[in-house]
C-alpha cells in the first residue's frame, strides 16, 4: 500500500529514538527516552501538523480491506513492557498517535468556499468570479492505472464516469463543457512510461452538453496508466486558449487519484495557467487520495488561487462538482436578468461552517477510533503491558479532547467572522493561525 513508504520512514525514527534509550530493535522497551518533539498542542499546531501515513483509513472496522497491512506494521513495533520510563512511554505514544494524525483544515478553507460560493458579487474584485458572456468548464481527468481500484462494487473510474456525466446533464443551456483525460494508454510498468505520459487527450471538446457524444467519450478509455498532470493542465491552457477571461467565465475540476508520475512540476503548470489570458477558477478534486498525494494537490490548487476538497465516495465527487453546476446557474439567471443584486451577493455561510465542523467531527472521530483499535490490538498480542495501554489510552482521550476544542474554537471564530470582507477575514486568519 502507498502509506507503507511514510510509515516505514517514520518506523525508523523510532528505531533510533529506542536505540538512543537503549533499547535494542526486537527486544523489550525498557530504556528512558531522550527530549523528542512534541505531538500539537495548541489549535494553530493542530493546521499547521503533517497528517500520519495512515491519516483516512479504518484499521477500527475489522473487515476492511486495509486492516491486515495496517496490523502487520503494528506487528513491527517493540514491546513495551511494564515498568518501563514514563518518558519512554511517551514517546511510543507520540509515534503512535502521529500513525493516525488526520488532516484538519485551516479555517481559510471555509472563507476560500466563501469567496467561490459569492461568485457574481461585485465586490470581489477577482475577475476569475465575475460573470461573463459565456461559461465553460472543462474537467481534466486521470485515467492512470491506480483510478482501477475499487471503492465499494464499482471501480473510481466508474464512479467519476457516472458522476461527471451528471454533472454535465445538470449544466443551464448555454453553458459548455469538455473532458481531457491522461494517463490512458499504455500501462503503469516502466517500460510504458514514455507512452503513458504522453497520453492526455481531449476526448469531448469544449460544446455545449450532448448526452450521446459525451457517453461515446467516456466509453473511449480506461484506467491503465502513469499520471501527467503537469502535461495535461498545459494541455488545457491550450484547449481554452481562443477563450479568453475577459468574455469567458472559465472554471477547470482536475480529478486525481494521486501525484505527478511522469517527472512534470503540476504546481509550476498550474500557476502558469492560472495566471495565463484564461484566467480558469482551477478547482482541484482528489479521489481516495493518501496524505501525500492530498499534499501535492493541495499545492496545485493553492498555486492556482482554486480549492482542493478530497473525496473518497461518488457521493462526494457529485457534491464537489455541484458546486460549479451552482455557479452555471447564476450565471444563467444573470444572463436572463432574473438575479437580483441580493440574490448574487448572497452567502449561505452557515452551510460551509456546518460542514467544517462536521469535517473535523468526523476526522476526530476516525482518528481516536483507529488509535484506540491500534491500542488494543497490541495489547492483545502481547506488544504493551497494561500500565502502558493504559498511559497510551489516555494520551488518546487527551488528543481527542484537545481536537474537540480546538473545532469548538474555529467553529465560534468563523461565526464571529461572517459580517467581514473577504481581505478582512485572510488578514485576521493569517494574524490569528499563521501556523497552516
Not at 493542465?233 to 477563450?243: E, F, H, S, V
Amino acid at each position: 500500500m502507498t502509506f507503507i513508504n511514510r510509515w516505514t520512514r517514520m518506523l525508523g525514527g523510532l528505531i533510533l529514538i529506542m536505540s538512543l534509550g537503549g533499547c535494542s530493535w526486537g527486544t523489550a522497551v525498557t530504556g528512558s527516552a531522550p527530549d523528542t518533539s512534541r505531538l500539537p498542542q495548541t489549535t494553530q499546531e493542530l493546521i499547521a501538523a503533517q497528517p500520519g501515513p495512515l491519516a483516512g483509513t479504518h484499521f477500527y472496522l475489522t473487515n476492511h480491506p486495509q486492516h491486515s497491512d495496517i496490523a502487520k506494521i503494528l506487528d513491527r513495533l517493540p514491546l513495551l513492557v511494564d515498568g518501563v520510563d514514563e518518558a519512554m512511554v511517551q514517546v511510543y505514544g507520540e509515534k503512535l498517535l502521529a500513525l493516525f494524525a488526520e488532516d484538519y483544515a485551516s479555517p481559510q478553507t471555509v472563507v476560500d468556499r466563501w469567496r467561490v460560493a459569492s461568485f457574481g458579487n461585485p465586490d470581489i474584485e477577482d475577475t476569475r468570479l465575475q460573470f461573463k458572456e459565456h461559461f465553460n468548464v472543462e474537467i481534466i481527468l486521470d485515467a492512470s492505472g491506480s483510478m482501477a481500484g475499487k471503492i465499494g462494487e464499482k471501480t473510481k473510474m466508474q464512479l467519476a464516469k457516472e458522476a461527471i456525466q451528471a454533472f454535465a446533464e445538470s449544466l443551464p443551456e448555454g453553458a459548455r463543457v469538455s473532458l481531457r483525460v491522461y494517463g490512458h494508454k499504455g500501462s503503469n510498468a516502466d517500460k510504458h512510461k514514455q507512452l503513458s505520459c504522453g497520453s492526455s487527450e481531449l476526448v469531448y471538446p469544449l460544446q455545449p452538453f450532448d448526452a450521446q457524444r459525451l457517453e461515446e467519450a467516456l466509453q473511449q478509455f480506461e484506467p491503465t496508466g502513469w499520471t501527467s498532470i503537469a502535461r495535461s493542465l498545459q494541455l488545457a491552457q491550450a484547449d481554452l486558449a481562443t477563450y479568453g477571461a475577459e468574455n469567458n467565465t472559465n472554471v477547470i475540476y482536475l480529478v486525481s487519484d494521486g501525484i505527478e508520475t511522469c517527472d512534470g512540476d503540476p504546481v509550476a503548470a498550474a500557476k502558469e495557467l492560472s495566471n495565463s489570458h484564461v484566467m480558469p477558477l482551477l478547482n482541484v478534486i482528489g479521489f481516495d487520495v493518501n496524505a501525500d498525494g492530498q499534499k501535492q494537490l493541495k499545492q496545485i490548487a493553492q498555486a492556482a488561487e482554486g480549492l482542493y476538497a478530497n473525496v473518497t465516495n461518488q457521493e462526494q465527487f457529485q457534491a464537489e462538482l455541484e458546486r460549479a453546476r451552482e455557479i452555471a446557474e447564476k450565471w444563467d439567471m444573470w444572463k436572463r436578468d432574473a438575479l437580483t443584486e441580493a440574490e448574487a451577493v448572497r452567502i449561505d455561510r452557515h452551510k460551509w461552517i456546518d460542514m467544517y465542523d462536521r469535517d473535523w467531527y468526523e476526522k476526530n472521530w476516525r482518528e481516536s477510533l483507529n488509535v484506540g483499535a491500534a491500542i488494543e490490538y497490541l495489547a492483545a498480542t502481547g506488544k504493551i503491558g497494561s500500565q502502558a495501554k493504559t498511559y497510551l489510552t489516555r494520551m488518546r482521550q487527551e488528543r481527542e479532547a484537545l481536537v474537540t476544542r480546538s473545532k469548538e474554537e474555529l467553529t465560534d471564530y468563523l461565526l464571529n467572522l461572517t459580517e467581514e470582507s473577504f481581505e478582512e477575514m485572510k488578514e485576521e486568519i493569517e494574524r490569528k493561525y499563521r501556523g497552516e
